[in-house]
């Protein structure tokens, strides 16, 4: 079998797992859309398991090389990540609300951020759309806070699903692309 050959069988079955994930990101994206509270929820549990494996991960990192300068930084580093993810995994209404609090903040300043940015690019060809885009940051934030602790309920499990519709029509797109090849 000639080099040529086996690209194409790689190619032929690479578009095929390309499309799966493609389904499944947006069957994935569908069902959180369907119960934003579950998957809001589901995010709240892996971050924190994210954040509880990175802490201990950096504890483990921070005895195993004692003599570095930032033993003791490293060490506090971990300890507090890992109270983070124990936190959330524990406790994750009270995540919810605190996650979706603090993502409300971080949207208020990024969209204040781009805003000023637009209006300091402004003989620039395009500096409205940077001011528009810091305004919807700025409007999601608002929408957040509008209606807060409430919206913590739906909000991050609604980015989920966004982010997984998004990334399954992405999948699609370089499936189908794949498979013209």
Same mark, same amino acid.
């Given at each position: 079998?000639?080099?040529?050959?086996?690209?194409?069988?790689?190619?032929?079955?690479?578009?095929?797992?390309?499309?799966?994930?493609?389904?499944?990101?947006?069957?994935?994206?569908?069902?959180?859309?369907?119960?934003?509270?579950?998957?809001?929820?589901?995010?709240?549990? =892996?971050?924190?398991?994210?954040?509880?494996?990175?802490?201990?991960?950096?504890?483990?990192?921070?005895?195993?090389?004692?003599?570095?300068?930032?033993?003791?930084?490293? =060490?506090?580093?971990?300890?507090?990540?890992?109270?983070?993810?124990?936190?959330?995994?524990?406790?994750?209404?009270?995540?919810?609300?605190?996650?979706?609090?603090?993502?409300?903040?971080?949207?208020?300043?990024?969209?204040?951020?781009?805003?000023?940015?637009?209006?300091?690019?402004?003989?620039?060809?395009?500096?409205?759309?940077?001011?528009?885009?810091?305004?919807?940051?700025?409007?999601?934030?608002?929408?957040?806070?509008?209606?807060?602790?409430?919206?913590?309920?739906?909000? =991050?499990?609604?980015?989920?699903?966004?982010?997984?519709?998004?990334?399954?029509? =992405?999948?699609?797109?370089?499936?189908?692309?794949?498979?013209?090849?």
């Amino acid at each position: 079998m000639s080099m040529g050959d086996m690209r194409g069988v790689t190619r032929g079955s690479t578009w095929i797992w390309m499309a799966v994930l493609a389904a499944l990101s947006i069957l994935g994206g569908l069902l959180a859309l369907l119960n934003p509270f579950v998957a809001t929820m589901a995010t709240v549990v =892996l971050l924190g398991w994210m954040f509880a494996v990175l802490g201990v991960v950096q504890i483990v990192h921070a005895f195993a090389d004692r003599a570095w300068g930032g033993f003791f930084w490293a =060490l506090l580093f971990g300890a507090v990540t890992l109270l983070l993810g124990l936190s959330l995994i524990f406790d994750p209404l009270a995540g919810m609300v605190s996650l979706t609090f603090l993502l409300g903040v971080l949207l208020v300043l990024a969209g204040i951020a781009k805003m000023v940015l637009g209006m300091a690019v402004r003989p620039i060809p395009g500096w409205g759309g940077i001011v528009f885009s810091g305004a919807i940051s700025v409007l999601l934030a608002v929408m957040i806070f509008a209606n807060f602790p409430w919206s913590a309920a739906a909000v =991050l499990g609604i980015l989920l699903a966004v982010e997984l519709l998004s990334n399954g029509v =992405l999948f699609l797109f370089v499936a189908l692309g794949l498979r013209r090849m």
